[in-house]
């Protein structure tokens, strides 16, 4: 069921929550409104990405971060980034990734040992093929 637009508008109008939102992101409550709307009629739309000088940024009324914040920031989206990856395929030993510390050396791994009877596997592998295909005849 696709909702009408003036649908859309009057369920997020009537949610508690966006005008708390619209209040946090420092935008007016219909500009919220608005940007909501257009991302959930366009749902493969990307937000678009600005960048803005330092200087143009406080003409604007806001100051540009830290290097540091910025760094902080980073580290703690790839901290929360690896706390969600939870397969049985993600590498334990993987340092994670900091902007601020120098990279470190890859953690050695012991090699896998090597198998010395391959021809008596391989030789077993090639009589069952053999069985099993005179079987099918």
Known sequence: MTLSPEAIRSRLLADP?????????????EEYVKQ??????????EP????????DLRAMG?????????????????ALAGLTETTDFTPAKKPLVSLTSPPQPPVPTAPAPARTDTSS?????????????HQGK
Do not use: Y
């Open 17 to 29: 929550n966006t005008p708390k939102l619209a209040e946090q992101l420092g935008v007016p409550l």
């Open 36 to 45: 909501v709307m257009h991302f959930v009629q366009n749902p493969h739309e």
């Open 48 to 55: 678009q990405l600005l960048v803005v000088g330092d200087e």
């Open 62 to 78: 806001h100051e540009p971060p830290s290097a540091e914040a910025l760094s902080r920031v980073l580290d703690e989206a790839v």
């Open 121 to 133: 596997d391989l030789d077993a592998q090639l009589r069952r093929a053999r069985f099993s295909s």
